[in-house]
């Protein structure tokens, strides 16, 4: 259970890595595209919205067919989409890419919170999901340096891929 747990931990991380990514990388992502204010708003609200919408259906299949399968490819595809991101042309295909991202990632919770179930005895699952949302917060406060670093050795669009990366190394562990 403590390993199933540290995946649990591992999966918030790179979530938020994945998910945050973006705002740091806005203003170069903004220059690049051509894009103004109200776009980008549009491509991060994308992601958003088709994170609630697929919330409750993602919900349903870690249900119908256990958190393992649909941690793993809630994992990877939103990996495939952080990666393809670097290959958006403009405004349109960002908003579609972050769109899938969103969709992608709908259902982490709830999978984590049906692993909980399974694997962790009542008095310990409080604990495990504050965990939980305290390893996606530090995921998220570690990404904007590392961003900052990133884009100074390499462009918007190879960074995406290697953020990307690590969630397909991550599934496959």
Do not use: N
Not at 55 to 81: C, K, Q, T
């Amino acid at each position: 259970r403590h390993v199933m747990l540290a995946f649990a931990l591992g999966a918030m991380a790179v979530a938020y890595l994945d998910r945050v990514c973006i705002s740091t990388a806005a203003p170069a992502i903004k220059a690049d595209l051509a894009l103004d204010d109200a776009q980008m708003g549009w491509v991060f609200s994308a992601f958003t919205l088709a994170y609630a919408l697929f919330e409750v259906p993602a919900g349903w299949l870690a249900d119908r067919f256990g958190a393992r399968w649909m941690l793993a490819r809630i994992v990877l595809w939103w990996s495939a989409m952080t990666a393809a991101t670097g290959f958006a042309r403009g405004f349109a295909s960002l908003v579609a890419l972050r769109w899938l991202f969103g969709m992608g990632e709908a259902g982490v919770l709830p999978s984590l919170a049906r692993a909980f179930g399974r694997w962790l005895p009542e008095r310990e699952r409080g604990r495990a999901f504050g965990l939980t949302i305290m390893a996606g917060a530090l995921g998220g406060a570690i990404t904007q340096p590392i961003v900052v670093w990133m884009l100074q050795h390499f462009s918007w669009r190879e960074a995406f891929p290697l953020f990307g990366a690590v969630g397909i190394f991550f599934a496959a562990a």
